[in-house]
């Protein structure tokens, strides 16, 4: 059983894609015909030129909508494609779960004849992250573990640029600090579960976090410790997009 079987189910309600994020993602991939989404879970950021998904959980995949691509199962470590068999790899939110980092970066590149493209996090800026920082140590814990070094994922992609991903206030994928001016999301249990960092985190360790910020934003603590985030549309969190070949 993969770790999305156990956490996954409902995913999809919390966690589709936001659309300039999406457009990052797309322009990143400019002039690509043919795309291996991996690590796809239910078809977030798969752009319409992908030609196969690759997910390992079948909870992921089950939730994937109609007129996606088609998907198998699969991990990044051991891609059912041949070598050079697609222009480009896409991967979104996914390297932290991979057994084999510098395997997987090996597999996109052997399969991506011209580019490889990755999102993930900079846990350097993301340990800044108010909820984290603040209230959450257990989840900051998580996400430190699962964190993979941007200066590892750029070595291992020659030549490879990386773009910071800032987060607009009203993002529509409930990804960690997707709510970052919207506080109260993050005591609605079914924001939580579309979380790794939360949904992985032993329930007891954020009961203390949790009523700590309920209790801030009730007294209006909360904002006025944070209102400079009021005046911002978005927000750097650390989430970066690496692009090489």
Same mark, same amino acid.
């Given at each position: 059983?993969?770790?999305? *079987?156990?956490?996954?189910?409902?995913? @999809?309600?919390?966690?589709?894609?936001?659309?300039?994020?999406?457009?990052?993602?797309?322009?990143?991939?400019?002039?690509?015909?043919?795309?291996?989404?991996?690590? #796809?879970?239910?078809?977030?950021?798969?752009?319409?030129?992908?030609? +196969?998904?690759?997910?390992?959980?079948?909870?992921?995949?089950?939730?994937?909508? #109609?007129?996606?691509?088609?998907?198998?199962?699969?991990?990044?470590?051991?891609?059912?494609?041949?070598?050079?068999?697609? *222009?480009?790899? !896409?991967?979104?939110?996914?390297?932290?779960?991979?057994?084999?980092?510098?395997?997987?970066? @090996?597999?996109?590149?052997?399969?991506?004849?011209?580019?490889?493209?990755? &999102?993930?996090? *900079?846990?350097?800026?993301?340990?800044?992250?108010? &909820?984290?920082?603040?209230?959450?140590?257990?989840?900051?814990? +998580?996400?430190?573990?699962? @964190?993979?070094?941007?200066? %590892?994922?750029?070595? %291992?992609?020659?030549? #490879?640029?990386?773009?910071?991903?800032?987060?607009?206030?009203?993002?529509? *994928?409930?990804?960690?600090?997707?709510?970052?001016?919207?506080?109260?999301?993050?005591?609605?249990?079914?924001?939580?579960?579309?979380?790794?960092? !939360?949904?992985?985190?032993?329930?007891?360790?954020? +009961?203390?976090?949790?009523?700590?910020?309920? #209790?801030?934003?009730?007294?209006?603590?909360?904002?006025?410790?944070?209102?400079? %985030?009021?005046?911002?549309?978005?927000?750097?969190?650390?989430?970066?997009?690496?692009?090489?070949?």
């Amino acid at each position: 059983m993969t770790v999305y *079987d156990r956490i996954g189910r409902g995913y @999809a309600t919390t966690r589709g894609p936001d659309p300039r994020i999406a457009a990052q993602v797309v322009a990143a991939l400019g002039g690509m015909t043919s795309v291996v989404n991996v690590g #796809a879970g239910t078809g977030s950021y798969e752009p319409a030129e992908t030609i +196969v998904a690759v997910e390992p959980s079948s909870t992921m995949i089950a939730q994937r909508p #109609a007129g996606t691509a088609a998907c198998v199962r699969g991990t990044a470590e051991a891609l059912p494609l041949s070598s050079g068999s697609v *222009d480009a790899a !896409l991967a979104v939110l996914t390297v932290h779960h991979w057994t084999d980092v510098e395997a997987g970066i @090996a597999e996109l590149r052997r399969v991506a004849r011209k580019r490889v493209v990755i &999102l993930t996090w *900079d846990q350097r800026v993301f340990r800044e992250f108010w &909820l984290v920082r603040e209230y959450l140590p257990a989840a900051a814990a +998580v996400s430190a573990g699962h @964190a993979v070094p941007i200066p %590892l994922i750029a070595e %291992l992609l020659p030549g #490879a640029r990386v773009e910071p991903v800032p987060v607009p206030h009203d993002c529509t *994928d409930g990804f960690g600090a997707a709510f970052w001016r919207r506080p109260e999301a993050y005591l609605d249990p079914r924001v939580r579960a579309g979380i790794s960092m !939360l949904a992985q985190a032993h329930p007891r360790d954020l +009961v203390d976090g949790l009523s700590a910020l309920t #209790a801030d934003l009730e007294s209006g603590a909360w904002h006025e410790r944070h209102r400079e %985030l009021s005046t911002l549309d978005r927000l750097d969190a650390g989430y970066r997009l690496i692009v090489g070949g």
